[in-house]
């Protein structure tokens, strides 16, 4: 690769992933303030409720956190071995999930008035299944796009490392801390659209993902940073 192209491989890779981490971060807010205030990306929250509720011997409410955990899940299911199948063709197996994801959410914000919550909250945990394993490394790095907790841990700890003389952390301490800031401001995108679109919000966060498509690295896996160039 030329000098003028310097770098560009590692922009992509950077571009794509911020990009689908706001579009993590606005479907998690459009879900909370659209459709029960509940966190349908993250399922810590449902384990715990749906815990609390079997406690409670409320085992109907318990049961609709159920539904959302398990279409989770389904959805880390189907986006894992279509994936295999997909690669085993030898096609790009990031960019098509992707692509499945986009028109999920597309379809998803037309039908949502007609749905109830219960079964809108199953549906993006099955998209957020999707999301999260259709692109979650740059090489050994690993993140999330669905939620920002880990990605907060390793930007601390690669930071940490810094500060402690490991300069190779630099970079990795900057790629993590932006997908933090994504996480953020893709939830403030949809805290401010969702009043004025309503279930249309997903719209705009279907073309975060299609944009993240056209962004990221032809690449599939994305190599490690280091042989990127």
Same mark, same amino acid.
């Given at each position: 690769?030329?000098?003028?192209?310097?770098?560009?491989?590692?922009?992509?890779?950077?571009?794509?992933?911020?990009?689908?981490?706001?579009?993590?971060?606005?479907?998690?807010?459009?879900?909370?303030?659209?459709?029960?205030?509940?966190?349908?990306?993250?399922?810590?929250?449902?384990?715990?409720?749906?815990?609390?509720?079997?406690?409670?011997?409320?085992?109907?409410?318990?049961?609709?956190?159920?539904?959302?955990?398990?279409?989770?899940?389904?959805?880390?299911?189907?986006?894992? /071995?279509?994936?295999?199948?997909?690669?085993?063709?030898?096609?790009?197996?990031?960019?098509?999930?992707?692509?499945?994801?986009?028109?999920?959410?597309?379809?998803?914000?037309?039908?949502?008035?007609?749905?109830?919550?219960?079964?809108?909250?199953?549906?993006?945990?099955?998209?957020?299944?999707? /999301?999260?394993?259709?692109?979650?490394?740059?090489?050994?790095?690993?993140?999330?796009?669905?939620?920002?907790?880990?990605?907060?841990?390793?930007?601390?700890?690669?930071?940490?490392?810094?500060?402690?003389?490991? /300069?190779?952390?630099?970079?990795?301490?900057?790629?993590?801390?932006?997908?933090?800031?994504?996480?953020?401001?893709?939830?403030?995108?949809?805290?401010?659209?969702?009043?004025?679109?309503?279930?249309?919000?997903?719209?705009?966060?279907?073309?975060?993902?299609?944009?993240?498509?056209?962004?990221?690295?032809?690449?599939?896996?994305?190599?490690?940073? /280091?042989?990127?160039?």
């Amino acid at each position: 690769m030329s000098s003028d192209g310097c770098g560009s491989q590692r922009a992509s890779a950077v571009m794509a992933s911020t990009l689908i981490t706001a579009a993590g971060g606005a479907l998690d807010a459009w879900v909370y303030l659209a459709h029960g205030h509940v966190f349908a990306n993250a399922q810590t929250g449902n384990v715990a409720l749906m815990m609390v509720a079997t406690a409670d011997g409320n085992f109907a409410q318990a049961g609709s956190h159920l539904t959302s955990l398990a279409a989770f899940v389904a959805g880390l299911f189907v986006s894992r /071995q279509t994936g295999r199948l997909l690669k085993h063709a030898k096609l790009n197996s990031r960019d098509i999930r992707l692509g499945v994801e986009c028109v999920l959410l597309t379809a998803l914000g037309f039908a949502a008035d007609a749905l109830s919550d219960h079964t809108v909250i199953a549906c993006v945990g099955f998209i957020a299944g999707l /999301q999260i394993t259709s692109l979650s490394h740059i090489g050994q790095w690993s993140f999330n796009s669905g939620m920002t907790t880990g990605n907060l841990r390793g930007a601390v700890s690669a930071l940490s490392k810094v500060l402690a003389g490991e /300069q190779e952390e630099r970079a990795h301490a900057r790629v993590l801390g932006a997908l933090c800031a994504a996480f953020g401001l893709g939830a403030l995108m949809a805290a401010w659209l969702t009043p004025r679109l309503g279930n249309l919000t997903l719209l705009p966060v279907a073309a975060l993902v299609a944009v993240t498509i056209a962004a990221a690295p032809r690449l599939d896996p994305i190599p490690d940073w /280091q042989n990127l160039r």
